[in-house]
């Protein structure tokens, strides 16, 4: 926090400096200025607090709450300097990882009373992937590998560095990686399922086929390996993609483009 404050010189901050005397106290509140879903206050608290210590901050929607537009989201009361200082900082977080959350939420509803599962991927930010798998979570959605450690997802330029043979991929993966590790297998065509499925792995992505070829994909897979579905998936497509019964979706545009929540802080003078 204190790293983003200081990219902001929040603590050198002149404009506030040269027009607000520093014994002023104010009231203000965080309001949202469309209906979302809220993620980062915690962020958010801290930002203010490194700037005022002695803030008194009342939190009227935690994380993942759906808001409408008009609602307040914090309400504080303290020194105006510190509020007006550590105001862009706060909001960078909160605007940014709340509109990672409604973009998720979206997702998720539209595929309501299906089997599948909206998952995100490591199509992040650098350095804020922690922080956007987080928002994700709060959007109702579900997390993926968070690294190249953590899991193993064998994709068509790995298969095709070693002249496509799936079953040597997945049987040197299970050789190296931590037992337990689930290996994932990319697969582009009903030949590769197979493929994936007699070199028993775990876990089937399959990408950007048509619903047709996605149904078939996911009856051959269905009690043998986890189905994911990924590919030019949209808020119009999504439902025909859940509805092919694959138990996960995964979306890189939930973190590498979703639009930020409009939030304000306003003012309200002591």
């Given at each position: 926090?204190?790293?983003?404050?200081?990219?902001?010189?929040?603590?050198?901050?002149?404009?506030?400096?040269?027009?607000?005397?520093?014994?002023?106290?104010?009231?203000?509140?965080?309001?949202?200025?469309?209906?979302?879903?809220?993620?980062?206050i915690?962020?958010?608290?801290?930002?203010?607090?490194?700037?005022?210590p002695?803030?008194?901050?009342?939190?009227?929607?935690?994380?993942?709450?759906r808001?409408?537009?008009?609602?307040?989201?914090?309400?504080?009361?303290?020194?105006?300097?510190g509020?007006?200082?550590?105001?862009?900082?706060?909001?960078?977080?909160l605007?940014?990882?709340?509109?990672?959350?409604?973009?998720?939420?979206?997702?998720?509803?539209?595929?309501?009373?299906?089997?599948?599962?909206?998952?995100?991927?490591?199509?992040?930010?650098?350095?804020?992937?922690?922080?956007?798998?987080?928002?994700?979570?709060?959007?109702?959605?579900?997390?993926?590998?968070?690294?190249?450690?953590?899991?193993?997802?064998?994709?068509?330029?790995?298969?095709?560095?070693i002249?496509?043979?799936?079953?040597?991929?997945?049987?040197?993966?299970?050789?190296?990686?931590?037992?337990?590790?689930?290996?994932?297998?990319?697969?582009?065509?009903?030949?590769?399922?197979?493929?994936?499925?007699?070199?028993?792995?775990?876990?089937?992505?399959?990408?950007?086929?048509?619903?047709?070829?996605?149904?078939?994909?996911?009856?051959?897979?269905?009690?043998?390996?986890?189905?994911?579905?990924?590919?030019?998936?949209?808020?119009?497509?999504?439902?025909?993609?859940?509805?092919?019964?694959?138990?996960?979706?995964?979306i890189?545009?939930i973190?590498?483009?979703?639009?930020?929540?409009?939030?304000?802080?306003?003012?309200?003078?002591?």
């Open positions: 926090m204190r790293v983003a404050l200081q990219e902001d010189e929040a603590f050198n901050d002149v404009s506030t400096i040269a027009t607000v005397v520093s014994t002023r106290h104010v009231r203000s509140a965080i309001v949202a200025r469309h209906d979302g879903v809220i993620a980062g915690p962020l958010a608290i801290e930002a203010f607090r490194q700037l005022d002695s803030v008194t901050i009342r939190v009227e929607a935690e994380d993942g709450t808001v409408a537009a008009g609602a307040t989201v914090l309400a504080l009361t303290g020194h105006a300097r509020m007006l200082s550590a105001e862009r900082t706060a909001l960078n977080y605007q940014h990882l709340s509109g990672i959350a409604t973009l998720t939420a979206r997702f998720v509803d539209a595929i309501a009373g299906t089997r599948a599962r909206i998952l995100d991927t490591r199509k992040t930010t650098p350095g804020w992937r922690t922080l956007e798998k987080y928002a994700v979570r709060a959007g109702g959605g579900t997390n993926h590998r968070l690294d190249l450690r953590s899991g193993v997802l064998i994709k068509d330029n790995h298969l095709a560095a002249g496509g043979d799936v079953a040597m991929a997945v049987a040197r993966a299970r050789a190296l990686a931590i037992p337990g590790t689930p290996v994932q297998v990319e697969c582009d065509t009903l030949d590769q399922v197979e493929a994936a499925l007699a070199a028993g792995a775990d876990w089937v992505l399959l990408d950007n086929m048509a619903p047709d070829v996605l149904r078939d994909a996911v009856a051959r897979c269905q009690g043998r390996v986890t189905t994911e579905a990924s590919g030019g998936v949209s808020l119009d497509t999504v439902r025909l993609i859940a509805e092919s019964g694959v138990d996960r979706i995964s890189g545009a973190t590498h483009s979703a639009p930020a929540l409009d939030l304000g802080l306003d003012f309200d003078g002591l």
